[in-house]
């Protein structure tokens, strides 16, 4: 299973919009996509629980991604990461 470790760079974490952005650049694929922190784990198909994992910026997330399309997944994820959810000027 296909997995990377990333840092929120963004200036509020993983709040409600970067959840949300994170759930729409997860579903165009053919992958099951599982975000944790520490021992939490979210399905990143559901913003709550992404939400839940409380986490602000500077914060590692391990996202790991198993089907098809789980690579593909994993760099959009990774590229939505580096831009910083497209939120920071």
Same mark, same amino acid.
């Given at each position: 299973?296909?997995?990377?470790?990333?840092?929120?760079?963004?200036?509020?974490?993983?709040?409600?919009?970067?959840?949300?952005?994170?759930?729409?650049?997860?579903?165009?694929?053919?992958?099951? =996509? /599982?975000?944790?922190?520490?021992?939490? $784990?979210?399905?990143?198909?559901? @913003?709550? %629980? *992404?939400?839940?994992?409380?986490?602000?910026?500077?914060?590692?997330?391990? =996202? /790991?991604?198993?089907?098809?399309?789980? $690579?593909?997944?994993?760099?959009? @994820?990774? %590229? *939505?990461?580096?831009?910083?959810?497209?939120?920071?000027?």
């Amino acid at each position: 299973m296909p997995e990377r470790t990333l840092t929120l760079t963004n200036k509020r974490g993983l709040h409600a919009r970067a959840a949300t952005k994170l759930v729409t650049c997860c579903q165009p694929f053919d992958a099951c =996509i /599982k975000v944790s922190k520490g021992t939490q $784990e979210a399905d990143a198909s559901n @913003i709550m %629980a *992404l939400l839940m994992l409380a986490a602000p910026c500077g914060t590692q997330l391990n =996202i /790991k991604a198993e089907g098809d399309e789980a $690579e593909q997944a994993l760099e959009a @994820i990774e %590229a *939505l990461f580096t831009a910083r959810f497209d939120e920071d000027a």
